[in-house]
């Protein structure tokens, strides 16, 4: 793709080289900005779990030519078995059908952001292992410090490292401030070896618990815990093995087995459910993106298809007005469909793991009894619901695309 000439002399830093400043950095370098991102981590974080994109996401991927590099990258996670601790089966459900009717495309977090990457051109500067140490805003600018020791001045700076965002917490306050627990914890990983499961998807769910094991082709097996936690941090990444282990005492041979090979050197992502709620998503010349303004939990889904129309709208704001009021016209823009999904996200986790084990059952039972195709027809209402509450966001169409 070619790109626009650098025509307003800007410069744009986006914290965060995640799906949402990578998308951000894409439209604000065809829009005539000098675009630098910083990435704390070495290289682009590769993690295992899976996201998926439809409505707004899905409209904002097409609209940057890269449908094709997302359709090739998707993953089948068509057929789902749901078991109990016992192994005993509660429900099984073609997925594949809802995604096809939806028009989901499921990816890994790491494939989409190196399509991303990859389709960044000459004018974004990416700059792995580098953090903002500092800000200092007036009316025309941000000086940011870095934590090589360097200092650059930026007309904006965009905060989109995710839920725990240091931007966010250099530029509005501490996390206490903004972070609602959901009261769940979640942990994803690598099974390593030669396992191989019986469907594309397979959880096993308990009263407070439930494990969920994905085939993703030949890439191999990942898993993903989620269990009632109040707990705000992680422990240690060198301990997360045995803490597991705890939290899934008696759990089915399965759960074990899995979290009893992980070695002291498998990378376990490990963190809270916690949604963001911040009044303003901008202040002064920072502005937030994605997680760090409004994050969703993976509870709730549709955080990385707001996260690319969040940087879409931000940029379309920008490229038309380059004054911090754009920063206002954005947050319009994305905020009734935010509220709304959070709303949403907040009622469904009172479901999503059940307390007592009488609530689990009964649960269970209706899942059971209920006909395929009525449950079906369930969960793509209940995902026809969840996307019409984003159909405000205007995603006009870009009146410069590259070709």
Not at 196 to 225: C, F, N, W
Request: charged fraction near 20%; charge should be positive.
């Amino acid at each position: 793709m070619s790109s626009m000439n650098n025509t307003n002399g800007k410069r744009i830093l986006v914290s965060g080289a995640g799906i949402g400043g990578l998308c951000a950095a894409w439209w604000l370098s065809r829009s005539g900005y000098a675009v630098t991102i910083v990435e704390q981590a070495a290289t682009l974080r590769d993690e295992g779990y899976m996201l998926s994109i439809s409505g707004a996401g899905r409209r904002v991927i097409e609209e940057m030519g890269l449908l094709p590099d997302l359709r090739q990258a998707a993953l089948p996670v068509d057929r789902n078995l749901y078991l109990d601790a016992r192994g005993r089966t509660i429900m099984q459900l073609n997925h594949g059908k809802l995604l096809t009717q939806l028009d989901h495309q499921v990816v890994l977090r790491g494939d989409l952001a190196d399509i991303l990457h990859q389709s960044l051109n000459d004018a974004v500067n990416l700059q792995p292992g580098t953090r903002i140490s500092s800000l200092q805003q007036d009316a025309h600018g941000v000086d940011v410090q870095f934590n090589h020791g360097n200092t650059q001045r930026f007309d904006y700076v965009i905060g989109a490292d995710g839920f725990r965002s240091a931007t966010r917490r250099l530029a509005f306050g501490p996390d206490t401030d903004f972070c609602q627990h959901m009261g769940m914890q979640a942990a994803a990983y690598w099974i390593n070896g030669g396992t191989a499961l019986e469907e594309d998807m397979v959880a096993i769910a308990e009263p407070r618990r439930m494990s969920m094991y994905y085939q993703l082709g030949s890439k191999g097996v990942t898993a993903l815990h989620i269990w009632k936690s109040n707990l705000d941090a992680a422990p240690a990444q060198h301990t997360r093995r045995d803490y597991l282990l705890s939290e899934f005492a008696g759990s089915h041979p399965r759960v074990i087995d899995s979290i009893t090979k992980l070695s002291a050197s498998s990378s376990v992502y490990m963190d809270a459910l916690m949604q963001v709620h911040i009044p303003d998503w901008s202040r002064g010349r920072v502005v937030l993106l994605g997680d760090a303004a409004h994050c969703l939990t993976l509870a709730n889904g549709q955080g990385a298809s707001m996260a690319l129309a969040g940087a879409y709208c931000l940029a379309q704001e920008l490229a038309a007005d380059s004054s911090p009021a754009a920063l206002l016209r954005y947050q319009q823009r994305m905020r009734p469909g935010i509220a709304a999904l959070q709303l949403r996200g907040r009622k469904a986790a009172r479901l999503y793991l059940p307390d007592s084990v009488w609530s689990f059952r009964l649960r269970n039972w209706i899942m059971s009894a209920m006909p395929k195709s009525m449950l079906l027809n369930y969960f793509i209402k209940s995902a026809q619901e969840e996307l019409h509450m984003t159909d405000h966001i205007q995603l006009q169409q870009a009146s410069r695309r590259a070709a």
